[in-house]
């Protein structure tokens, strides 16, 4: 039988195949490395567009803080407003309440008797002055007591002054007497 050979027929095959797999290799890795590219490229713009996103975002919220901030000094000066109407109701509130306490008060001082200073701490009325006697001082003190506008009042200082009353030269008396303004009348604003 005779012999063929072939061999150089086999190697021509696997030389063949050979090339083919690597032009195959080529072409994948080829492949491969254009669509690793295409996938970069594609985070990439993913990446660029949540950058662009994120920075509308803090501009946005920048300019909402702004807004913030500018609610807040109105809310300051809305407070600072209603504070000052607060304060202006209660001064107007108390004008005739005023009014009231100095006719009260013309109303309390009998004769023989003049107030020198007057001072206001709160509810409390502190009533400085002269009288020819004690009787006058006392006369006062129950004539504040009546008054539906004064409460409890209370003699703090009597003494005898360097002043004295015309040529005959009666001697005076200072006194200092404090009294509490009747709180109801005041919150009522009652007349």
Known sequence: MPRINLLPWRA???????????????????????????V???????????????????????????KIEEIRLLRKKKEEFLARIRAIEGLQTRRPTN????DELV?????G??????????????????AQSN?????????????????EPSLKVIK??????GKGGAQLL???????QVESRLEDGAL
């Open 12 to 38: 021509e095959l696997r030389r063949q195949q050979k090339q083919e797999f690597m032009i195959m290799l080529g072409v994948a890795a080829a492949a491969g490395t254009l669509i690793g590219v295409l």
């Open 40 to 66: 970069l490229f594609g985070f990439v713009q993913v990446i660029n567009q949540q950058k662009a996103r994120n920075s509308y975002l803090e501009i946005e919220i920048a300019k909402l803080d702004k």
């Open 99 to 102: 009014v009231r306490l100095f």
């Open 107 to 111: 109303k309390a001082v009998p004769e």
């Open 113 to 130: 008797l003049s107030l020198v200073k007057l001072g206001l701490k709160g509810s409390a009325i502190e009533l400085e002055g002269v």
């Open 135 to 151: 009787a006058r001082v006392s006369a006062l003190m129950r004539n504040l007591d009546a008054s539906d506008w004064m409460q």
């Open 160 to 165: 005898a002054s360097t002043k004295t009353e």
């Open 174 to 180: 200072d006194f200092n007497v404090q009294v509490k």
